[in-house]
């Protein structure tokens, strides 16, 4: 287990490491590639993408000064661009930018903290449904299948189920901020996405159908206990 732990934050490090020449760029943005040279003119010469595509441009970027510009707005697809460009002389400049979904790439602290944080919703999430499965809920009954005592533990095994609701919800939105942040991780990204904003959505509907759960219960239970009285059975 520790060197799974080990190896899950080493990953997590080198990730967080990664950097390029230019600030990261969010998915689906422009992004403006810019270099300072003093030439009579800049062209940039190819961009390829993360996949290994490479968009042949030989197109001249727009001068200001000694300032060259070029604006690319093809980044939908994550990952490490790396583009080329020539002046007037004949010289080539190799550069290269990231594209994030966030646009940002995470410090070893906010990565360790995500990472740490969602440890401990999961194991949370865990510990509560199994103390759910373990906790009785049907009231004890005699062999004639009449009640004779009222179970309280079930309560708490109804607030526990109310609970591990939100509980999942977070884990999800921390789960989700960690495919976000790390390029390794997109692939979940609308999964864990679409899992986060379902519930959510469906977090009012949760909470009245356990609000109704209980209102049942105590019912139900008032019921049994004027049945138990009648029997002159021990509550």
Same mark, same amino acid.
């Given at each position: ?22 600030p ?6 422009? $992004?403006?590639?810019? #270099?300072? *040279?003093?030439?009579?003119? +800049?062209?940039?010469?190819? =961009?390829? &993408? %993360? ?7 030989n ?29 007037a002389e ?34 949370g ?5 199994y ?5 009785p ?7 004639e299948g009449? $009640?004779?005592?009222? #179970?309280? *533990?079930?309560?708490?095994? +109804?607030?526990?189920?109310? =609970?591990? &609701? %939100?509980?999942v ?29 379902t519930?959510?959505?469906l977090?009012w ?7 109704l759960w ?22």
């Amino acid at each position: 287990m520790k060197k799974i732990l080990l190896c899950l934050m080493l990953g997590i490090f080198l990730i967080s490491l990664a950097t390029a020449t230019l600030p990261p760029v969010k998915q689906n943005e422009c $992004v403006q590639l810019k #270099t300072i *040279l003093n030439t009579a003119w +800049v062209n940039i010469s190819s =961009i390829t &993408y %993360p996949n290994g595509t490479t968009l042949f441009l030989n197109q001249e970027m727009t001068k200001n000064a000694l300032t060259f510009n070029y604006t690319f707005c093809g980044t939908d697809t994550l990952g490490l661009y790396l583009y080329d460009y020539f002046d007037a002389e004949g010289n080539a400049y190799p550069n290269d930018f990231l594209v994030t979904p966030s646009g940002k790439v995470p410090t070893v602290a906010e990565s360790i903290l995500y990472f740490l944080l969602t440890i401990i919703m999961f194991a949370g999430s865990i510990a509560i449904f199994y103390l759910i499965l373990i906790i009785p809920y049907q009231n004890p009954k005699n062999e004639e299948g009449v $009640v004779v005592e009222i #179970t309280k *533990l079930k309560y708490l095994k +109804v607030f526990l189920i109310t =609970i591990l &609701y %939100p509980i999942v919800i977070i884990t999800l939105n921390l789960m989700n901020g960690l495919a976000v942040n790390f390029m390794s991780l997109t692939i979940f990204t609308g999964i864990i996405g679409f899992m986060f904003e379902t519930l959510l959505r469906l977090a009012w509907m949760w909470t009245v159908v356990m609000a109704l759960w209980i209102i049942y219960l105590l019912i139900r239970d008032t019921n049994f206990r004027k049945i138990i009285k009648q029997h002159n059975l021990k509550i």
